[in-house]
């Protein structure tokens, strides 16, 4: 956690904000620093006293800090010094579906999006002329919506994987850039790759075969970014903290898409933007299909189109998201999803940009 970044946003208790109180975190541990970057220790709210830890350079702001260390003790704990020889042996004798396997097909599809272009190593071509970092191109398109009137203030990069999107945005903007997530292994990723500089992964070949891909990045954030592991439902953020909130491809991953448009709203500044591709991929497990933007009750006027509700939140009227209205939408944008050597999913994302009005 860079020290600067903590200092500029501020953060407050996810807890006490939930219940309508207010506490400010406060750097009460500290046990490795280098050079203003805490790798190690806690943060305190100095009004309940609840604790947040900061591992391998990622504070967990989260309401349950309990459970989601019991959720993800696998992830945390995991190491990541294996050689390729040791950890292709592990592969095989742990197998699919186990939660090494997980890892690896996850980081490997979200890193090769977010960073195979500046791969040197070149790799076979992709089933149906799929090519990486399509979410740069898709961020790249909104920015160029966005117009000269930003507000002053730092930007929010919600669901930032493998931190692609928080150093075109700081290169592009001039600005800090929070990315933040809450899977522990792409938030592991995207912190070596914003403030490292390099990346450190495991490409998928073919079933349980991976090569080990590891090179400098071609960006210049130059200090401006960092990664932190929070809830997007539950921001510890005050009210009216960031200029620009970016959600590539994470409101289909929310468990409340409409309550985490609420609370992006609420962290943004008056006239602040937002920047959101959504390509409606429901997953029921994640989100309960009465929250799902479209995609049932065909019934209904809207029948079931995700744009019409996603743009219906954005608009005035009682469904409406908080004080985001949408300005602009580029419309449907290409994401791909590298799978291995011979799979790739293509996918369709609506690309829209929002204002925050003045309130």
Known sequence: MRISHFEKLRPVCPVCRLSGQHGDLALTVVENEVRGDVLSGILSCQACGSEFPIVDGMPIIVPDVRRFVQD?????????????????????????????????????????????????????????????????????????????????????????????????????????VLGIDLSVPLARCGRQAVVDGHIDYNLRR???????????????????????????????????????????????????PRAGLIEISRVLADGGRAVLSVPFDWAGQVTPVEAWLGGHSQRSGHAGSPEAILDLLLSEGPLAAGALRRTDSVGDVPWHVRLHDRSCMYYSAYLVVARKTVG
């Not at 939660?99 to 500046?118: A, C, K, N, T």
């Not at 076979?124 to 090519?131: H, I, M």
């Not at 439902?233 to 289909?252: C, H, K, R, W, Y």
């Open 206 to 256: 073919i079933g349980l075969v991976y090569d080990r891909r590891a090179y400098p990045l071609r960006h210049k954030a130059e200090g401006r970014g960092d990664v932190w592991i929070c809830d997007a439902l539950a921001l510890p953020f005050s009210q009216g903290t960031f200029a620009l909130a970016i959600g590539m491809n994470v409101v289909d991953c929310m468990r409340d």
């Open 72 to 176: 993800n003790i696998f992830y945390l704990l995991a190491r990541t010094d294996l050689t390729p020889a040791v950890e292709s042996l592990l592969g095989d004798a742990s197998g699919p579906g186990s939660g090494l396997d997980s890892i690896r097909q996850h980081v490997s599809s979200y890193v090769w999006d977010h960073w195979g272009d500046q791969d040197p190593v070149a790799y076979p071509a992709v089933p149906g002329g799929g090519a990486p970092a399509a979410v740069s191109r898709n961020l790249a398109q909104a920015l160029d919506l966005l117009g000269d009137d930003l507000p002053d203030g730092p930007v929010l990069d919600i669901g930032c994987a493998a931190g692609r999107t928080v150093t075109d945005a700081a290169e592009r903007l001039g600005r800090d």
